[in-house]
């Protein structure tokens, strides 16, 4: 089932935001996540906030979530006033693939009316490989989109069946090359590794494929076995093992051995890119360096200058609330200077530009001095004042992150 939202303060059924979260609006990236909830099927691992037709039944459905996602447009440009075009889109679920080309092509145009794009925005959505066709990539490059993302996860049959993936173990590669061929400027594959029963020959040969399929970027994940799952079932009652830490830190090895081999460097821990071509994800890059951001959708997550708010969950209740005329936030909170640091430390440190070195207390330095010595920092980009993590200490990310919190 999807994950609980996180406490917080209530929010204002206006959706107004303090004025010192809109002072600097425009000095930071200002992006659009997009988050359409509906499945076709629910995969075995997946805790995020999506919904089969059978789950919902006739409480909500795409027309419905459309007419929110459209009046919470309205509310996102009185909110901010005078808001800065947007930088970067990105559409995610759920598959927002199927919306269908009519779908998405409403979804980006309601943005462009409503804030206009910036010139040169990255305008991402994601899909599932078994709702696409070339007709489909040709309608997003005509609508303006210009990078996708395929969830391929695996390239062998058995570890896409213990996912409950729908899709055959070619249709990915096939996907990310039509993509390519109708002029989508970037391409991302999205895998998993450490799927009970993966073999190291299956996640090589997952590899082979990722690369065979021309693409300028993908992204690898270790699986999280995430608790009400029905992957989490099964391996507590013992018809599955739980994923190897130290299988883990082999596999993560292997795809970095060998995207390196290929041209393809690590820009965060989880995501390779080719150099020069601007296939890094700027909207993720967002994320990760404080940018601001509006999500529209049930569940969908905010940040505008130090406010941080989400909305409810279930579709039904988000179309709901925003034709009473309210906003959908079901809570929000303001972060402190201290969270603030704690942020910057935890998101950036994932980075291969790194932290800075001098915006860390001196506590906090002693801990990266040692860290160069136990071989977790890079020593030479700590001598530049950046802490980059080594190869190891991107295994060892989130215990340095809490040495250097401590």
């Known amino acids: 089932m999807p994950s609980a939202l996180p406490t917080g303060d209530p929010a204002p059924s206006t959706g107004v935001l303090p004025p010192s979260a809109l002072e600097g609006l425009g000095t930071r990236p200002f992006g659009v996540y997009v988050h359409v909830p509906f499945c076709a099927a629910r995969c075995g691992y997946c805790d995020f906030n999506t919904y089969t037709p059978g789950e919902l039944g006739s409480s909500a459905s795409p027309e419905s979530w459309l007419a929110g996602f459209k ?52 305008v991402t959505t994601e899909s599932n490989p078994e709702s696409t066709s070339p007709e489909f990539f040709a309608g997003l490059r005509e609508a ?25 173990a070619g249709r990915a590669v096939a996907a990310a090359r039509e993509a390519r061929s109708v002029g989508i400027e970037h391409v991302n594959l999205d895998l998993i590794y450490g799927t009970p029963g993966e073999t190291d020959a299956d996640l090589k040969s997952s590899l082979e494929a ?37 299988v883990l830190a082999d596999r993560y090895e292997m795809i970095d051995d060998v995207l390196g081999g290929a041209g393809m460097r690590w820009y ?44 409810v969950k279930h579709p039904a209740r988000y179309a709901g609330v925003l034709a009473e005329g309210d906003s959908p936030a079901a809570g929000r909170e303001t972060l402190t200077p201290a969270e603030s640091h704690e942020e910057r430390v935890l998101l950036e440190i994932r980075l291969a530009k790194g932290l800075p070195v001098s915006a860390l207390p001196a506590t906090a330095v002693a801990e990266a001095r040692r860290a160069v010595t136990d071989g977790l920092l890079d020593a030479t980009a700590y001598a530049g004042d950046r802490c980059v993590l080594t190869r190891r200490g991107r295994l060892l990310a989130d215990a340095l992150v809490h040495r250097l919190l401590a």
């Open 210 to 246: 990722v690369l065979s399929a021309g693409v300028d970027h993908v992204s690898a994940y270790a699986l999280i076995v995430e608790e009400g799952t029905a992957l989490a079932r099964r391996i507590s009652r013992g018809d599955l093992p739980a994923p190897d830490d130290d």
């Open 71 to 122: 009046r919470e447009l309205d509310l996102a440009a009185r909110v901010l006033g005078s808001a800065p075009p947007v930088e970067t889109v990105f559409v995610g679920g759920g598959t927002p693939s199927l919306l269908g080309v009519p779908g998405l092509t409403e979804v980006l145009g309601g943005i462009r009316s409503t804030f206009g794009l910036a010139p040169g925005a990255e």
């Open 144 to 168: 303006g989109y210009t990078r996708v993302s395929l969830g391929m996860q695996s390239a062998a049959s058995h570890v896409l069946k213990i996912l409950d993936r729908k899709h055959t």
């Open 268 to 311: 965060e821990v989880s995501n390779w890119a080719l150099p020069g071509q601007d296939a890094e994800c700027r909207h993720n890059l967002g994320y990760w360096l404080g940018g601001d951001w509006w999500g529209f959708g049930p569940g969908a997550h905010s940040h505008v200058g130090g406010v941080r708010w989400w909305n």
